[in-house]
């Protein structure tokens, strides 16, 4: 595996919790930081110890000895630098949405594809704990054959939000609902039903944007009988924060923990018990962290935000790098996943009709 790899980290507000990880990996050698608050790159380019600081993406864009940059930027600027950094020849990875209109996608993907250079969607539900025990249980057959996905992700964005997440119908940012679906599967969405429910106040519309405090999902997964139902919503809910998924097959199923701390759900039918009057026995399993999927030295890392997924997505994007070879959420794969909330949403303004989800290759 090849060592070296220099990695601009650009946005330092989420993106903090990324740079010690980075310097962590033992295919990293050099770390750059990029932000536009002069005040933050400094508070965080001390803490960490780096040098090497600039206040603008084009300067990252310039410098010939950065080999990759991952993007933790405002959501309407994600397809704009994501080309910017894959024209520049960089590899790029990204916080999700990968954009929010399939336009803005299929740009992506013709990027990836013409630059050589590797696009990941880092997306934090594909990697966390939770996702990777529901994936081992499946692996192992202790599922069975799967009946029915669910995607739920509430949280509440009044306060000091920036006002562009008023105008963003909550379909666009689906994909921590959708990913752990199509990942667990392997398939992406083939058509969709959506609705919204409620209407946001008038003092929380943005003119001629989004007017769903919630939207609501079918998804038909191609090539299967199976279909996934996913709700997310922005405002006026009254829960705590959550992203959750379940899954329920004929053998057991998967339920995502409904109060923090009290551990997943897992149910099971006793295969020596008759069959008629038969109950599924539910037990509480606190989801492990998997050190045996990372380094060594990135073992430090792996009890923070999102269910421990920050090591998992920064060792893929490298490792990919190093070892020559797509990333897991490439360009495609990612804009298979994210086209299924815009169509989400366009179903939505059509009271609900059936939308084909295009296919990207």
Request: negative net charge.
């Amino acid at each position: 595996m090849a060592s070296g790899l220099s990695v601009a980290v650009v946005g330092l507000g989420f993106g903090r919790a990324f740079v010690p990880i980075y310097q962590a990996h033992p295919n990293v050698d050099r770390v750059v930081l990029c932000e536009r608050n002069a005040e933050l790159l400094q508070q965080f380019g001390d803490e960490f110890g780096i040098p090497d600081r600039y206040e603008d993406l084009d300067q990252i864009l310039q410098d010939g000895h950065i080999d990759a940059v991952h993007l933790l930027t405002q959501v309407p600027r994600h397809v704009e630098q994501t080309l910017a950094v894959l024209n520049a020849g960089k590899h790029c990875a990204c916080a999700v949405p990968m954009g929010t209109t399939l336009d803005g996608l299929r740009q992506i993907v013709e990027a990836e594809k013409r630059s050589g250079k590797n696009y990941m969607m880092m997306e934090t539900a594909a990697y966390s704990r939770e996702f990777l025990l529901a994936k081992d249980l499946y692996l192992k057959g202790e599922l069975g054959e799967l009946t029915f996905l669910r995607g739920t992700y509430f949280q509440d964005l009044e306060g000091d939000y920036p006002d562009y997440w008023r105008a963003q119908p909550p379909m666009h940012y689906a994909t921590h609902s959708l990913s752990p679906i199509f990942a667990l599967t392997g398939r992406r969405a083939a058509a969709v039903r959506c609705m919204g429910s409620g209407r946001l106040r008038p003092d929380l519309q943005m003119p001629d944007g989004n007017v769903f405090p919630l939207q609501t999902a079918i998804f038909e997964l191609e090539g299967t009988h199976i279909v996934a139902a996913v709700t997310k919503s922005w405002f006026q809910v009254a829960r705590s924060n959550i992203e959750a998924f379940d899954v329920y097959g004929d053998k057991g199923s998967f339920e995502w923990e409904q109060l923090d701390g009290e551990g997943a759900a897992i149910f099971k039918f006793d295969e020596s018990r008759p069959t008629q009057r038969r109950n599924a026995e539910a037990k509480r399993m606190e989801p492990p962290f998997r050190p045996d999927l990372l380094p060594p030295e990135l073992h430090a890392h792996m009890k923070g935000w999102h269910g421990g997924s920050h090591p998992h997505l920064v060792h893929e994007f490298i490792s990919s790098i190093a070892e020559g070879r797509p990333s897991a959420i490439n360009a495609k794969t990612a804009a298979n996943w994210t086209a299924a909330g815009i169509c989400a949403n366009d179903s939505s303004l059509i009271n609900g009709e059936r939308v084909t989800v295009p296919t990207f290759y």
